[in-house]
């Protein structure tokens, strides 16, 4: 099982990032999936997940109304798209597999993309 992450970088407030995540080794398809972040010096925190066909996505408090997660199942990769960004959504931001809802029952995860928001 592989999960590779790219597309974070540097942006001001209120710019957007895309996020994406390759995966192999795996049926991509029958997993559900999560996008989960560790800012600098705090715990893990679960950003937003979907199932595995597509058809039902979540997303925690913080980020609802300007992040969406998506999904690619002919290509095996899982989106994040970032939009108003905030300071305090910097951090190291990894796909997970295995759960669409908590950061429990993750199996696998990738070494992440850093996302820094800043001006």
């Known amino acids: 099982v592989q999960l590779l992450e790219s597309g974070g970088g540097l942006v001001q407030p209120g710019g957007s990032l895309r996020l994406s995540c390759a995966a192999s080794g795996f049926t991509f398809s029958r997993y559900a999936m999560s996008w989960v972040r560790q800012a600098p010096g705090k715990g893990p925190e679960w950003v937003s997940g979907?199932?595995?066909?597509?058809?039902?996505?979540y997303s925690a408090d913080s980020v609802k109304g300007r992040f969406t997660i998506s999904r690619d199942n002919a290509e095996n990769t899982l989106y994040l798209q970032m939009n108003s960004l905030k300071p305090e959504d910097t951090a190291l931001y990894y796909c997970?597999?295995?759960?669409?809802?908590?950061?429990?029952?993750?199996?696998?995860r990738g070494k992440g993309t850093l996302v820094t928001v800043s001006s």
């Open positions: 997970a597999r295995g759960s669409a809802t908590t950061l429990y029952n993750m199996d696998y």
């Open positions: 979907i199932n595995s066909g597509g058809s039902t996505t």
